[in-house]
């Protein structure tokens, strides 16, 4: 895609969302889609090929969290992959102070290259299984926000992120259309780990009919020590 056609296409998406973005950050946005479709080639970083969709699809979607996070606050992104949410969020928000967790160290270093590449500051890959990464003390309960996409389900979700929150920090989950089953499943899990669903917030991505809902959940008190538990098994046997 022509870096004019990209320009264009970008700001007018971010522009629906109330979002301001300036030229130096859609200069950003267009090397890290380059990037990612380059590196794309050797390693799996996403099925999503399509310029089009990788503005709406990754990046959008990404920033649709935008609006939760407090002003130079900290945020983790578990589990991000090619770095969704958590660089999009970078790039436009350079407030933030945001730690990539992933378990996979080729992604890692992926990461690692859009981060020099881009000049971001104030943002480290860490290579972590998300269970590892919790009981860490230099991590635990540090966080203002915990996030992540296409993870898991609520219940195992809550368990690799609340451990990683302060009380009164929030964990965010970005979820697809159909949620209340799984919302139902989840509540003693969210609730045991020191939790409390705050909102849900319902959309659709901008210029598609892609459904999103947003968990938001505040913490309300201490994750008892026990989890997260070892690697495994919070996926096995959810709470």
């Known amino acids: 895609m022509e870096y004019n056609v990209f ?54 979607d990404s920033l649709t969290i935008c609006k939760y996070l407090k002003k ?7 589990g991000t992959g090619a770095g969704f949410p958590g660089i999009p969020l970078k790039i436009i928000r350079e407030d933030l102070n945001i ?19 881009l000049e971001l500051k104030k943002i480290k890959a860490i290579h972590s299984r998300a269970e590892e990464f919790g009981r860490n003390i230099k991590y635990r309960e540090k966080f203002d926000y915990a996030t992540s996409r296409a993870v898991a389900n609520l219940s195992i979700l809550s368990e690799y ?5 302060k009380i009164k920090g929030k964990v965010i989950s970005m979820k697809g259309s159909t949620i ?18 705050l909102e849900i917030d319902e959309f659709n991505l901008p ?22 538990r070892k690697a495994g098994t919070p996926a096995k046997e959810p709470i």
Request: hydrophobic residues 40%; aromatic residues 6%; contains cysteine.
């Open 99 to 117: 730690i990539l967790v992933d378990s996979l160290n080729k992604r890692i270093r992926f990461l690692e290259e859009i981060i020099e590449k």
């Open 161 to 165: 992120l609340m451990p990683l929150v």
């Open 72 to 78: 130079d606050s900290s945020v983790v992104d578990v």
């Open 180 to 197: 209340d089953e799984e919302l139902e499943e989840s509540k003693k899990a969210i609730n045991v780990l020191g939790g409390k669903v």
């Open 207 to 228: 210029s598609s009919d892609i459904k999103r809902n947003v968990v938001i959940i505040e913490k309300i008190k201490n994750t008892p020590n026990k989890y997260p």
């Open 7 to 60: 320009q264009e296409k970008l700001k007018k998406e971010c522009e629906k969302m109330q979002i301001d973005i300036k030229e130096n950050q859609i200069e950003k946005f267009y090397i890290y889609m380059n990037l990612l479709l380059e590196w794309n080639q050797k390693i799996n970083l996403t099925a999503i090929t399509d310029c089009d969709e990788i503005i709406i699809k990754h990046f959008i």
